[in-house]
């Protein structure tokens, strides 16, 4: 029996923008039922987060990982960090270390084996890069608010440097993904490396025009550049 069949309430939620095979799992929680539903695509997966109710299937989260319980938040209270525009030599060193990670770095570690590790492996490459964590989420729809609220939502492709990243962030039922970009162009052929889902393999897969056609023309998502994030103490509110 397929998901469909055994779960035919999640019909309205999936991603059906393109071909993805689902899978399902029921968990408990803290005395709560919960069914995760993975879709898994070839360049980019998600899941969905359902509670089991005496109702039927309720959609907590939709994101290309999803967590049962309290989120990771970078902007903790208690950490008192504020968030700031890394160094051109950092946002360099991104860039390099993307470019020597192509076909090398393995998301196989990462979530459900690399499927749903687009976030994973864009907080993998940076780490290996700077030695720090630009963000400790996986999902797209946690990171790009956090860069939002660090950075604004106004920067323009042509602004963001070499190393930078380019967002789609999930929103509802469709599945976003995250890269970095390689320098600019001046033009929609500029190069954007990311995890390819199907490979569980660091890629360059993507051009801006490519990128542009997928996410915001046919799953109608946003498209959003930002310079890689640091986070400095920001001493006592």
């Not at 789609?168 to 190069?191: A, C, F, K, M, Y």
């Not at 490396?193 to 542009?212: D, G, I």
Request: hydrophobic content about 35%.
């Amino acid at each position: 029996m397929g998901v469909l069949d055994q779960y035919p309430e999640i019909g309205n939620f999936i991603d059906r923008t393109d071909s993805y095979t689902l899978s399902a799992s029921e968990m408990n929680s803290g005395g709560r039922e919960y069914l995760i539903v993975t879709q898994v695509g070839e360049v980019d997966s998600g899941q969905l987060l359902f509670e089991i109710t005496n109702q039927g299937l309720v959609l907590k989260e939709s994101d290309n990982a999803v967590i049962i319980g309290p989120r990771i938040d970078t902007f903790s209270p208690a950490a008192a960090l504020r968030c700031e525009v890394s160094d051109s030599g950092d946002i360099k060193a991104v860039h390099n270390e993307s470019l020597e990670s192509v076909d090398r770095f393995s998301s196989a570690t990462g979530p459900d084996g690399g499927n749903l590790a687009c976030v994973w492996a864009v907080r993998h490459i940076a780490k290996n890069a700077l030695g720090r964590w630009i963000t400790r989420t996986d999902g797209t729809a946690v990171f790009d608010p956090e860069l939002r609220r660090c950075f604004g939502s106004n920067i323009r492709e042509r602004d963001v440097p070499a190393g930078g990243i380019i967002i789609s962030p999930t929103e509802g039922s469709n599945i976003g993904h995250v890269g970095i970009l390689g320098p600019p162009t001046g033009d929609d052929s500029r190069l954007i490396y990311s995890n390819s889902s199907a490979a569980a393999l660091w890629k360059q897969n993507f051009t801006l025009k490519k990128w542009v056609a997928r996410y915001h023309d046919m799953k109608r998502l946003k498209v959003h550049f930002y310079p890689i994030p640091v986070y400095v103490d920001g001493g006592s509110a």
